[in-house]
């Protein structure tokens, strides 16, 4: 498995969101992830399609829980 982490503002009035894309998970296992990792980063975020949003900058805390939950390759986007 494999993500992608970007940081994005744009269409989200100004406020800061943390992006992780190409994931490939099941439907039933987007929420399971996004539950570990909203309760890992003390954060709130949703599922928005294929992508988890988290809410603020998490580049820099979000890779090592990815790669403890199996995630081979994390790619941070600037």
Known sequence: ARAVVR???VGRGGKEVT???HLELPVMEREVW???LKAG???GGQVDGDALVL???QRERLPPLLEK???KKVTVAN
């Open 7 to 9: 940081l994005e503002r």
């Open 19 to 21: 992006v992780v894309s």
């Open 34 to 36: 996004l539950k570990a």
């Open 41 to 43: 980063l003390g954060c």
């Open 55 to 57: 809410q603020g900058d």
């Open 69 to 71: 939950r199996g995630v």
